[in-house]
């Protein structure tokens, strides 16, 4: 089952590289079949590589921080 406290951790661990070029990922919702939802903010909004940030870099290390997670979606709000 996800931990809420987890994620957070482990998208802390992502954060200074996302900031680092204006942007920054914010934990949207969570659910117990493995599903991450994800909103990017600021440069990360509008770049036109987040698909890359969001599959290379969050995806990548919150499955492997967290082996539950099965996807990480970016959703728009």
């Known amino acids: 089952m996800l ?12 954060r200074p590289f996302l900031q680092a070029d204006g942007g920054d990922v ?9 599903i991450v939802e994800v ?3 600021g440069a ?3 770049c036109p590589l987040s698909i890359m940030t ?4 969050i995806e990548r290390t ?3 921080d ?12």
């Open 3 to 14: 931990n809420k406290n987890k994620i957070l951790k482990s998208l802390k661990s992502i």
């Open 26 to 34: 914010e934990l949207v919702r969570f659910s117990d079949d493995g």
């Open 39 to 41: 909103k990017l903010t």
């Open 44 to 46: 990360c909004k509008e």
């Open 54 to 57: 969001l599959r290379a870099g």
């Open 62 to 64: 919150l499955i492997n």
């Open 66 to 77: 967290i082996p539950e997670i099965k996807r990480i979606e970016a959703v728009a709000q």
